[in-house]
């Protein structure tokens, strides 16, 4: 669709949220948390645990309050500063689920239709998948929107959906004759780690739902775990090529290329100008030295932060309030935007 005619001209803010669904890895390190870090010096940012989200597939609800612990202990085990950073849990905000329902009256089936994690996660008998599950990524533009969020650091797998939460808030500012009411967001994608692999199969990626735990890095393994996967990790005889063109068509190489690239904060090619011609035996440990110094640490503030649920929860309180504090006068003027009664 087209800018619009009016653009947004409100404050710069960022959003971002992360499903309570297991525990995190490596992808989400370098696709999300690692750069929410970096983005709380430099942006007014909100991180969010998207309960409602994990609903629309089943959950135990047993386990989902501690799921919803675990994830916040692991944004500030990685270095989330809650007295900057609004941290807080998605259910504890009513704006989310009713200005969701009011965008489902602005989103259309067709977008929603062509959603490839709907189709992914639905499979093959999507008769039978839920409506949540289908309207998951309307969901998600409210998230963003209830803040009028205009940067939003997430992994490569969530680019469509972002291009969704886009199309939303312009048809909502169209259809209402409210231009530059909402902001279009704009995802923070780019950089090696936007899409990090599977370890034991470089075409899926690196995925909580995995079977094989060899697949994945979690945050919790220790140095002899992170060792003993990576030098597990699939990928060829070849030495490494001199050129990011050499990559093509190894994707076990690619992965582990751009993982090293996002712990090192450089470009694959930069990292293929160290290790052109040298083999695996010489890279693999190179890497897994990087990945212990990088994830061993947050592992172990892991433990720390959750041996405190009660710091957990206060800092999660006290993000609800600082959340609503900012999400009701938007979803005030969204009221009255439509016209319901007393607004
Ligand atoms: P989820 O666990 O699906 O809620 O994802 C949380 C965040 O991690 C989102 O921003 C995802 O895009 C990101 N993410 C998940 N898996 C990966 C991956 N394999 N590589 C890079 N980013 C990822
Ligand atoms: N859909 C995202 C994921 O699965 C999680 C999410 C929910 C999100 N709401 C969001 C991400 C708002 C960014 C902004 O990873």
Known sequence: MSEPSIPYTGPERVFSG??????????????ALKKFVTLQDTHDCIFCVVDLHAITVPQDPKTLGHNTRKIT??????????????????????????????????????????????KDKAGKDKERASVGLFAYPVLQAADILAYKATHVPVGEDQKQHLELSRDIAERFNRDYNAPGFFPLPEPLIKGPGA????????????????????????????????????KKARTDPEPLPESTDGLKG???????????????????????????????????????????????????????????PAHIDKVLADGAQRARAIADPIMDDVRHIIGFWGS
């Not at 297991?22 to 390190?29: M, Q």
């Not at 009513?94 to 089936?109: G, K, Q, T, V």
């Not at 470009?267 to 035996?281: I, R």
């Open 18 to 31: 992360v499903q309570p669904t297991g525990a995190l890895h490596l992808g989400n390190y370098l696709g």
């Open 73 to 118: 202990a692991a944004f500030l085990a990685a270095g989330l500063d809650p007295k900057r950073a609004v941290i807080f849990v998605q259910s504890a905000v009513r704006a989310h689920s009713e200005l969701a329902w009011i965008f489902n009256c602005s989103a259309r089936m067709g977008w929603l239709e062509r959603m490839t994690q709907f």
């Open 195 to 230: 899409r990090v692999m599977s370890l034991k199969d470089g075409t899926k990626k690196m995925s909580k739902s995995d079977l094989s735990d060899l697949s994945r890095i979690n945050l919790e393994d220790d140095a002899d775990t992170i060792s003993r996967k990576i």
């Open 250 to 308: 190894r994707d076990g190489a690619a992965n582990l290329v751009g993982i090293y690239a996002a712990l090192a904060d450089t470009t694959d090619q930069a990292v293929l100008d160290e290790y052109a011609g040298k083999g695996f035996g010489v890279f693999k440990p190179a890497l897994a030295e990087l990945v212990v110094q990088a994830i061993t640490p947050i592992g172990q503030e892991l433990e720390r932060v959750n041996a405190d």
